[in-house]
């Protein structure tokens, strides 16, 4: 009974490896014939390589910095017309304490100016209360300030021009290895040849993508930049130049002729 029930596993096992040994090749066959499907993040960023992590890195830095740059430079917290119509109206009555106290308690761009470079003010010179001394601090105060704030938006530039540098070291990676495939080879096979020349053309294009938004974003923050702080120095030359009209109102108005209108 035990032989016999031997036998017939044997007879089974034998038909089954002869069976797997017959289709074997076949199954092979189908796998080879169809590959699994790529998804889009294989076929335009895996495929590109472990360069493709540090422009990632850069594409989120600079994501950060156009977001963090566009909510600093608003006219809110440089120039805020509350702040500058209340330091208008101080300086016009020649409230100067006034305005100085009212601009160190504001955070702006316009009220540290203001604190900074009205103190200059020479009250024994009326004809210009001491405009040089004043023009000298503002300029000091926009070197100092200036340099700080521009240097969040310098980064971006970096980023513009780091963005097609780090495309083409992977595209001579990508390169490197394709010659390297033919040297062993010794023939230009495509199928061989295709994963050197997706890390060459992706990290390429990435780096691309990645910089020329950034340079556009560094020239449009640049110049918004520039113009709010010029709008804050016209506003602190309007303040003085207010404050020295109400001091010499006396002598312009008796330099006028009688009869003829201002």
Not at 147 to 157: C, D, G, H, P
Not at 171 to 196: C, H, K, N, R, Y
Not at 205 to 217: F, K, S, V, Y
């Amino acid at each position: 009974m035990i032989q016999q029930f031997a036998s017939r596993s044997t007879k089974l096992t034998a038909t089954i490896v002869t069976t797997a040994l017959i289709t074997a090749p076949a199954l092979f066959a189908q796998g080879a014939a169809a590959p699994s499907k790529k998804t889009l993040l294989d076929k335009w960023v895996i495929d590109g390589g472990w360069t493709m992590f540090f422009i990632g890195a850069a594409i989120v830095a600079f994501i950060a910095l156009a977001i963090y740059n566009s909510m600093l430079l608003t006219k809110a917290k440089f120039c805020p017309a509350d702040l500058k119509a209340a330091l208008m109206d101080h300086m016009a009555n020649c409230r100067v304490r006034s305005a100085i106290e009212l601009a160190a308690s504001h955070p702006s761009y316009l009220g540290r100016m203001v604190a900074y470079s009205l103190p200059n003010i020479d009250a024994t010179r009326p004809e210009d209360l001491g405009r040089d001394q004043i023009e000298d601090a503002m300029a000091d105060f926009t070197v100092n300030e200036n340099r700080k704030i521009m240097t969040w938006i310098t980064y971006i530039s970096v980023i513009a021009q780091a963005s097609p540098m780090l495309g083409l070291f992977g595209t001579v990676l990508g390169m490197v290895d394709a010659f390297g495939i033919l040297a062993e080879t010794g023939s230009a096979d495509p199928a061989q040849l295709a994963g050197s020349i997706s890390v060459a053309l992706l990290t390429t294009l990435w780096g691309l993508i990645n910089a020329i938004p950034c340079i556009i974003a560094f020239y449009i923050l640049k110049n918004k930049f520039n113009g709010l702080v010029a709008e804050c120095v016209h506003s602190t030359e309007e303040m003085l130049n207010a404050a020295i009209a109400t001091v010499n109102a006396d002598t312009l108005y008796a330099k006028i002729p009688e009869g003829i209108a201002v």
